[in-house]
């Protein structure tokens, strides 16, 4: 085991299976000579060279669509789109082109490309650097969507993203780059669409998305002292999700919070929730609720920001509420 | 795969009269697709929209004869010729256009979405200029895998206006990639003419703006067409990067089937219609004595018999079982 953080696990994976896989190639924007914006690229230009580390001009739309038509071909390319409120430039290239052609030509067309992504607020990069976009591409089939939590999740899940024959949407959070967590030395894939009980707890059950793991760890443990049990789950892949052990862990607690820093509004929490009422009313002692992001632009002043996406604290006086 | 070997420069009377049987051959067989596919649709035998690319057969002919057999392609919605040209089969397209269980596409995609990628035919995209982007990409791909193969990128006028474009052809300049972006210029992007989208006199002129050479050409004339994407492909597969080609050509019937098109002046149809591709090319073969009118009429019957083949098979052809629909999403 290492202790290794956010970023040093994504481009560990990078690197690793590059050195596997001789058509694994990363395209995007400042991702070369200049290390990646959150530096989860560094080292791999000096190591792979500008043939397989491709500094890209400015241009989202053209770098999802060549990774499409390089995927396609032959190649695994691992396209990476700056923040993901970006993602809207590029968006017909994942949503109407990487999700569908496969379909449209009767399954002619293999397309394993990763488009690398980052979400998240918590550092005043105001509305247009900071949304947490995952329902977007959650919504259109043809595309996984992963969202890693800890530095082992982000090493394993982006390593099956790779291998993967079909296009993912790996959505990284950028106040995770700097937080340290243990990773295996040895080799290790996790496969999608099995979620990660994080905490065992009988009371109420907290499905997280991404930081809000953290988040949601903080106010279990807070709860415990009270003599309340959350349990914490997090589906780490929302396409495909584990719902089996979603349902599993209401069986048990009978109370559900799903939480996200994504606007409450169609957000994949509203997708969780109903899929729990339609497969698992009879458990549910109340209704269930999101703590997710208001439905308001990300704003700049720390005071505004920290009130528009859900705290620890939201999450502890929802608890406390479902519990009462 | 096979690779064809290059087909001597030169004008007419000095191209290999093979290649200009092959490109003729090409020109009927799209004509009589797209004749045929227009009576099916009236008569309501397809579902769908039909965006028909009579009048604009010599510029896939022309491209197609240029390209190996191992190059890629990307299409249009205005797609039907491009895909004759790289060589798919009427039936399995007139299938497709059924939404039978035999199409390309096994139903799934329709006029617009005929693809075969054993043929090199990477879809025919509904989104203008989408398959730009993929082009590019598919280019980068052969670059990478030193393939030697080639991309042409079909696309119209209106394409030349999408981000996607300007962005792709940038970035295939940047790094040096074998493609040939092929525009074919019907002169109207739906309704809009091109003097009302843009204020360059030719879209060869944007080229200038990535730093590689754009070219225009009659693209009712097969020849020049062909003359001048043997050389964009040469230069593109000998690493001297992309190419812009412009040909001007004219859509006969509307933006799609249905579309009385009368953003037109009729004198404007009329000029375009007496320019012919085919039956310029047609006059021209026989006056070189390359065929004979006897030999021309054979071919178009040949063509017309296979075609109704097709139509007969595609009629045949099971229709999808409703859960169909649930097969081939990526796994």
Known sequence: MSQLYYRQAIRDALREEMHRDGRVFLLGLDIGRFGGTYKATQGLWEEFGDERVRDTPLSEAAIAGVAVGAAMTGMRPVAEIMYMDFITIALDQIANQAAKLTYMCGGQARIPVVFRTQEGAGRSSAAQHAQSLEAWVAHIPGLKVVLPATPYDAKGLLKSAIRDDSPVVFIEHKLLYGVKGEVPDEEYLIPFGQARIVRQGTDVTIVALSRMVMKALEAAEELAREGISVEVVDPRTVVPLDLETILASVEKTGRLIVTHEAYTRCGVGAEIAIQVVENGLHALKRPPRRVCGRNVPIPFAPVMENYVIPQVADLVKSVRELVS | ?331
Request: net charge negative; aromatic share 8%; proline share 5%.
């Open chain 2, 1 to 331: 795969m096979s690779v064809q070997t290059p087909a001597p420069s030169g004008i007419l009377n000095a191209v290999d009269p093979a290649l200009l049987v092959r490109i003729h051959l090409t020109m009927v067989r799209i004509r009589h697709f797209e004749q045929r596919a227009i009576e099916l649709f009236m008569a309501g035998e397809l579902p769908g929209f039909l965006h028909s690319c009579l009048g604009q057969e010599a510029v896939p002919a022309g491209v197609c004869a240029a390209l190996r057999e191992d190059d890629y392609i990307t299409s249009t919605h205005r797609g039907h010729g491009h895909v004759i040209a790289k060589g798919l089969r009427f039936d399995r397209m007139m299938a497709e256009l059924y939404g039978r269980t035999t199409g390309y596409c096994k139903g799934k995609g329709g006029s617009m979405h005929i693809a075969d990628f054993s043929q090199g035919v990477l879809g025919a995209n509904g989104i203008v200029g989408a398959g730009v982007p993929i082009a590019t990409g598919a280019a980068l791909s052969a670059q990478m895998r030193r393939t030697g193969q080639v991309v042409a990128a079909f696309f119209g006028d209106g394409a030349t206006s999408q981000g996607a474009f300007h962005e792709a052809a940038n970035l295939a300049a940047v790094w040096n990639l074998p493609i040939v972006y092929v525009c074919e210029n019907n002169h109207y992007a739906v309704s809009t003419p091109v003097s009302r989208q843009m204020r360059i006199n030719s879209v060869a002129q944007r080229a200038a703006a990535y730093g590689f050479p754009g070219v225009t050409v009659d693209g009712n004339d097969p020849l020049a067409v062909y003359e001048a994407a043997r050389a964009a492909v040469e230069r593109a597969r000998s690493g001297g990067g992309p190419t812009l080609l412009e040909c001007r050509t004219y859509r006969w019937m509307g933006h799609y089937i249905g579309d009385p098109a009368t953003y037109r002046p009729a004198e404007e149809v009329a000029w375009w219609k007496e320019r012919d591709p085919l039956a310029t090319f047609e006059r021209k073969l026989s006056e070189l004595s390359i065929c004979s009118q006897q030999e021309i009429e054979r071919v178009h019957e040949q063509v017309r018999a296979e075609l109704e083949a097709a139509v007969e098979f595609a009629r045949q052809s099971p229709v999808p079982a409703p859960e169909d629909a649930l097969t081939d999403l990526p796994q």
